[in-house]
């Protein structure tokens, strides 16, 4: 059953600018959901909503099946973490965290009770008298995030709360978060520009661009089959190589011709076609850098693979980069293994990369949308 | 060699303390310029009618606390009943004007409501209309109200001023919206929100109070058309009153008049100081 409900939730500002279009989502309880998307694609003007900071211009948001929308932000019983997290700078750390209670009318020994147990669990049990400005970044985040578990509200509401620290102290809250939704099982809409923090932290993603809901789907199927070009681009890094071309009926199969090189999508009788079921031409090849490999030239028959130079080379330790020119076309390929110093390609060299079309995605050129291989079965 | 003297060779040490002395001595000029009026009144307070009026007399011939005595005393104006007055008038008035200011100041500055830009607009078009043009009007409402001759008809109308609201509008604008946010979403109501919002603007808060009651204390129109009864008047009316070119009053009292009527203001912005400096340069740094 539905926890959180958004039913067709739109807003306009200024009655012309749409930061949200039409958004319908149903999240369960205890689920970790994040929104993702560029900025400016009405992902926190969304969750503004959800916290009553703004008001809907359309549709009706239910908690638990009822209608919360006209409530105002202190009795949705939710909490919100804010991206810089809008500690009281006036209030030490102890005010900070029990003002929640304080304000609902808690006695203060209940209070500073809670206040010491929460900040105990924290890690913040000696910092109760500081203030804000007397605090680290990561003292400052644990802080917000103890203010709004305190309480504990039906549904967390966080505002790119990791967006302030430092790579690595990002990457221990995201484990901490991780754990901590684990422990509370509240329900969360994160939401996070960062794609690398959507897939890590959502049990499902929601990628939003220019308010209207791209695609919502667990993070290895968000990955694995994007619904449209956007998404496709999104995830991932370095992201999808995205390929114009069309498709052609050849030799007794079905080809990709790009700029510059010609590869085989499928033999036989073979189509790719849109939701509606309408035969597309146009398409743009959508191949992962993981996607390429690199074998032998004598090996790579044509057909198979694309040929480029070599731009430039990246040694990640794990793996290497390599950033090609085929044709007028920019490519990244990922290589796992087989690469001794030795090995490694100079700049302005000629390789011939092969494509695993079964990790290829096709999306019409037209719409972005995604297409379907769709063989005939012979009669 | 090079010469031993001269600015150039000095060590930095020596030159850091030429040049303080150098710039102490540039700004002691226009000090003592501001000074000398203060000086002149502190000393002419021992001062006869005579000696006040000899030109270039800087320094009474004796010291006595004669005027003190005199206006204290009561012997000419019941001065010190009519402190008492300037200081409640002057206090109230800053109260209610912070309060009243404040209040509509956060409501144009953080909320959105129709018709608000035209609202304000007028509420800033007050600060262009002359005092002594709402002098009639304000002392017709008085009387219908019956407060004239009360420190009410003075308190009243300096309790809502345009400049107030336009001030505080730009003062809660500043104030970061996300934790406004913040103390809403904690379940706090927009009351309580504008009260949470207090402490965060109280620099703010206590210049313009400390302005308004320098403005209050030294106002006379208002006083001199609402008051009558010379118990019930204010400082500088009783003080004027005392300006009758009658060589009978000794101006040495008027002197000790205008010293003590110095005193809160100064008093006021010696303990207030630093939030009056925090608050100019929070105006002046954005």
Redesign the interface.
């Known amino acids: 059953m539905p926890y959180l409900s958004f039913r067709n939730v739109g807003k306009t500002f200024a009655g012309t600018v749409k930061a949200v279009n039409d958004f319908t989502l149903e999240i369960g309880e205890g689920e970790l959901v994040t929104l993702v998307g560029p900025s400016g694609c009405g992902k926190s003007t969304l969750l503004r909503l959800t916290a009553g900071l703004e008001d809907l211009t359309t549709g009706e948001i239910l908690l638990a099946g009822k209608p919360v929308h006209h409530l105002p932000p202190g009795r949705r019983d939710m909490a919100m973490m804010f991206q810089d997290y809008a500690l009281f700078p006036h209030m030490t750390v102890e005010e900070n965290m029990g003002f929640g209670l304080r304000m609902r009318g808690h006695a203060k020994r209940e209070v500073s009770e809670s206040v010491r147990e929460t900040a105990a669990s924290l890690g913040l049990g000696d910092l109760l008298a500081r203030f804000p400005s007397e605090l680290s970044g990561g003292q400052r985040q644990r802080t917000a995030l103890g203010r709004a578990i305190l309480r504990r509200p039906r549904v967390f509401l966080m505002d790119e709360p990791l967006s302030n620290l430092d790579a690595e102290l990002r990457q221990r809250m995201r484990v901490e978060l991780k754990e901590l939704h684990g422990r509370l099982k509240t329900t969360m809409l994160f939401v996070t520009h960062d794609q690398s923090e959507a897939m890590t932290l959502g049990d499902r993603i929601v990628v939003l661009r220019d308010g209207t809901i791209q695609q919502v789907d667990t993070p290895l199927r968000l990955y694995n089959k994007p619904e449209n070009e956007f998404v496709a681009g999104f995830f991932g890094s370095p992201g999808m190589n995205l390929l114009p071309g069309h498709v052609e009926k050849d030799d007794g199969g079905l080809w990709f011709r790009g700029a510059g090189f010609r590869v085989r999508i499928a033999t036989g009788e073979a189509t790719l076609r849109d939701a509606s079921g309408a035969e597309v031409v146009e398409v743009t090849l959508g191949v992962r850098p993981e996607g390429f490999t690199h074998k032998d030239e004598s090996v790579t028959r044509e057909g198979e693979g694309i040929e480029g130079r070599v731009r430039l080379w990246e040694q990640m330790g794990s793996h290497l980069l390599l950033y090609l020119r085929c044709g007028s076309a920019e490519v990244v390929a990922r290589m796992e293994s087989g690469w001794e110093s030795a090995a490694i390609p100079h700049v302005g060299e000629a390789l011939r990369l092969s494509i695993d079309m079964a990790q290829a995605h096709f999306f019409a050129k037209k719409t972005g949308m995604r297409l379907t291989l769709t063989t005939a079965v012979a009669s | 060699m090079l010469p031993s003297l001269g600015f150039k060779t000095l060590s930095p040490d020596r030159r850091r303390l030429a040049q303080r002395i150098g710039i102490s001595l540039m700004l002691s000029l226009p000090c003592a310029f501001f000074a000398f009026p203060f000086l002149w009144m502190l000393f002419s307070v021992s001062k006869t009618n005579l000696e006040i009026f000899t030109p270039l007399k800087f320094f009474p011939d004796a010291y006595s606390w004669d005027a003190f005595r005199a206006l204290l005393g009561g012997e000419h104006i019941p001065f010190v009943r009519q402190y008492a007055n300037s200081l409640f008038i002057a206090s109230v008035q800053s109260v209610g004007a912070v309060a009243v200011s404040a209040t509509a100041g956060f409501v144009f500055g953080r909320y959105e409501f129709p018709f608000r830009r035209t609202l304000l607009v007028l509420a800033v078009f007050t600060v262009l209309i002359p005092r002594q043009v709402l002098v009639l009007p304000l002392f017709l409402w008085m009387h219908r109200l019956h407060l004239l001759d009360t420190p009410f008809a003075v308190i009243l109308p300096g309790v809502v001023t345009g400049l107030g609201i336009l001030y505080f509008t730009m003062v809660f604008r500043r104030v ?1 919206g ?2 406004l ?9 927009e009351y ?1 929100v504008f009260r ?1 919002a207090l ?2 603007v109280l620099p703010s808060l206590l210049t313009y109070g400390l302005i308004h009651f320098i403005l209050a204390w030294h106002e006379h129109i208002i006083p001199l058309v609402m008051l009558n009864t010379e118990t019930r008047l204010t400082v500088p009316l009783a003080l004027s009153s005392l300006y009758g070119g009658d060589m009978r009053v000794p101006y040495a009292m008027l002197m000790v008049g205008s010293l003590v009527t110095v005193l809160p203001t100064a008093l006021l912005y010696f303990f207030l100081r630093r939030h009056f400096q925090s608050s100019l340069a929070d105006l002046t740094s954005r």
């Not at chain 2, 946010?181 to 109501?189: L, N």
């Open positions: 970061p996300h934790l946010d913040a103390a809403r979403m904690e379940g706090a109501s309580r949470f402490p965060l």
